[in-house]
């Protein structure tokens, strides 16, 4: 079924269902529940889980487009190096692309701001990705900071000083600028594919197209039960929001709206299950039962709804926002 809500969670009810995670999902919301409140229920809870899962990693995990001022150069995200270069450390991480950076005097109201030319700017660190895709890996990879060439950030006048050995810019005396895409694609279907199709209707084409020309898009996932397949994006009809992704080959099969179309590592996907689950076992319902993983070691007194807890943050522990 369609999302309706903030776009697809991290997991659907059809993944939740579908998982070995011991919840009889069929007494959710109350035994005997129409299927269609049982699928809202559902769906509900995998949206909560996918948002505590943010809330645990102190960031949004899936894809996003994303604008942030910072005062500089001098403060603890602004800092220009030796070489002259200027290094911008934004607040979400891994960042696939940089699309802007503007400068503003800062004692100048109100602020005006002056592009930085295209070409000047770059991911300080680029995510290393998988399989020759755009998309980050699972291992927790990647950084939260951006390069801007000398002479772009500095005090008094543009250009700035270039060079260590020139005078010191005045400390935060511009404003700073960044717009930049982090994160992992991810998206829901939403219209119906059939087999050799060549384009997929999402919810949201973010990071999911290549940087540049001849750069790679990224590699995901169509997460459909016995229909799942892999996709290679080659172009997105817009850079953010719903549109339509370009695909490398057709598709093997046909797709319903509201099908997961994702690059999240499985441990992040598990880990919203897992924050399902507990949110079910909060409820008290004595037809919802929880099996213990298999050699889990689970201390006196812990009970089946705290191990959930506390699987899903370990799991989500490497992709925390640290800064």
């Known amino acids: 079924m369609p999302v309706s809500g903030p776009g697809t969670p991290y997991v659907t009810a059809q993944t939740l269902v579908s998982a070995s995670d011991g919840i009889a999902w069929g007494t959710i919301p109350y035994k005997g529940a129409l299927p269609a409140e049982q699928l809202a229920e559902q769906m509900n809870m995998c949206q909560r889980a996918s948002g505590t899962a943010d809330t645990i990693c102190r960031q949004v995990l899936r894809a996003t487009a994303d604008t942030e001022t910072f005062p500089g150069p001098g403060s603890t995200r602004v800092n220009i190096q030796r070489n002259g270069n200027t290094l911008i450390t934004v607040s979400r991480w891994p960042v696939l692309q940089v699309t802007g950076v503007s400068v503003a005097l800062a004692n100048c109201w109100p602020w005006q701001w002056q592009a930085v030319p295209a070409g000047m700017f770059a991911p300080a660190y680029a995510s290393p990705g998988i399989y020759g895709s755009s998309a980050p890996s699972a291992a927790g990879e990647g950084k939260s900071q951006v390069l801007v060439a000398p002479g772009w950030i500095g005090g008094g006048a543009f250009p700035a000083p270039r060079g260590w050995w020139a005078p010191v810019p005045q400390r935060n005396a511009c404003q700073v600028q960044v717009s930049y895409v982090n994160g992992w694609p991810h998206c829901g279907t939403t219209g119906t594919s059939s087999p050799g199709d060549e384009e997929l209707a999402v919810d949201d084409c973010t990071g999911w197209a290549p940087v540049t020309g001849n750069a790679p898009g990224a590699i995901g996932t169509v997460q459909d039960g016995g229909s799942q397949e892999t996709i290679t994006c080659t172009g997105a009809t817009v850079t953010s929001g719903p549109g ?79 800064i």
């Open 244 to 322: 339509t992704l370009s695909l490398a080959s057709p598709l093997g099969y046909g797709h319903a709206p509201g099908v997961v179309v994702t690059t999240l590592p499985q441990q992040i996907q598990w880990a919203v299950i897992l924050l399902a689950v507990w949110q079910a076992l909060e409820r008290g319902a004595t037809a919802t039962t929880h099996m213990q993983v298999p050699g889990a070691s689970v201390s006196s007194g812990v009970t089946g709804q705290d191990s959930a807890m506390m699987q899903a943050t370990a799991l989500l522990r490497p992709f925390a926002r640290i």
